[in-house]
Structures are given as structure tokens and as C-alpha cells.
């Protein structure tokens, strides 16, 4: 699926990559959260009177980690948690969710190649003090 967004008053089109609600009880998907990957951004949606939708871009992301416990695996799900220059959001959990390994193997593909399109390196989501560090010691 595809939608076109207009950004800086480019339009453009977005391909959703992946959809998925946040797993509860048994691996059922009983929330009021989802999560939506594009190719550009991963959105996260909760909440059911009052709503809250956090926007990452996929450059942003600096670590994907995936954790599941026995009790998870039982019933199929995992848990993807997330570091990213974002300043809203720095450190995320995606999930539980269905097939959270082919999940972060998609979202790691696709920050990857957003970083190569943007032409960014990693280093530049760090910040000086390691420099700074170096410095001192010699």
C-alpha cells in the first residue's frame, strides 16, 4: 500500500512495508496500539480516547535490539527494543509483536538504505564528548 505525503511542499510517495498491532494476552492482538513501518519511517499509534502517534524516521535509528522470553515464544511474539537520535523519542519498544525477527531484519534494511540515500553515517548521531575524551588523555 501506498500513500503519497507532501513534505516542505514535495509530494512524494511512502510504501508501507509492514503493519502490526501490539500483542497482548496469548500473542492476541487485543490494543489499541499499531505500528506502522514505511520506507521511510516507522509510526506508532496508541491509545483509544485520547490518541498519540510518534513519528521515527528510519535514519534516526541508531540500535535494534530483539528480546523475546519463553512465555513470548510460546505464542510467537517478540519484542524489538529501539535507540534513535529522535529527540521525542530516544528509546522505543516495538512490540509484542508477530514475527519480530523478520520485523527487525526489514526495519534494519530500511534504516540502512535511508541512511545511504540521506548520506549519513552513524558517527554523526554522536556527539563530541568521545573527542572530547580523547583530548584529555593525551
Given amino acids: 500500500m501506498s500513500r503519497v505525503i507532501e513534505e516542505n511542499g514535495r509530494r512524494s510517495t511512502e510504501k ?3 503493519s502490526d498491532k501490539k500483542r497482548t494476552i496469548f500473542g492476541l492482538p487485543i490494543s489499541f496500539t499499531k505500528y506502522t513501518l514505511t520506507d521511510t ?3 506508532i499509534k496508541s ?5 498519540k502517534e510518534d513519528e521515527i524516521m528510519l535514519y534516526r535509528i541508531t540500535d535494534i535490539t ?3 522470553s519463553l512465555w513470548e515464544r510460546m505464542f510467537g511474539v517478540g519484542k524489538l527494543f529501539c535507540d534513535s537520535a529522535d529527540k521525542s523519542a ?10 519480530a525477527v ?14 545511504d540515500k540521506k548520506r549519513i553515517r552513524g ?16
Fill in 16 to 18: 508501507e512495508l509492514w
Fill in 102 to 115: 523478520k520485523v527487525r531484519d526489514l526495519l534494519s534494511d530500511n534504516v540502512d538504505e535511508q541512511r
Fill in 123 to 138: 558517527n554523526e548521531f554522536f556527539n563530541d564528548s568521545m573527542d572530547d575524551d580523547m583530548d584529555l588523555q593525551n
Fill in 47 to 51: 491509545g483509544f480516547l485520547n490518541i
Fill in 90 to 99: 530516544t528509546n522505543f519498544i516495538v512490540g509484542p509483536i508477530k514475527e
Fill in 41 to 43: 519511517r516507522l509510526i
Fill in 66 to 68: 530483539y528480546k523475546a
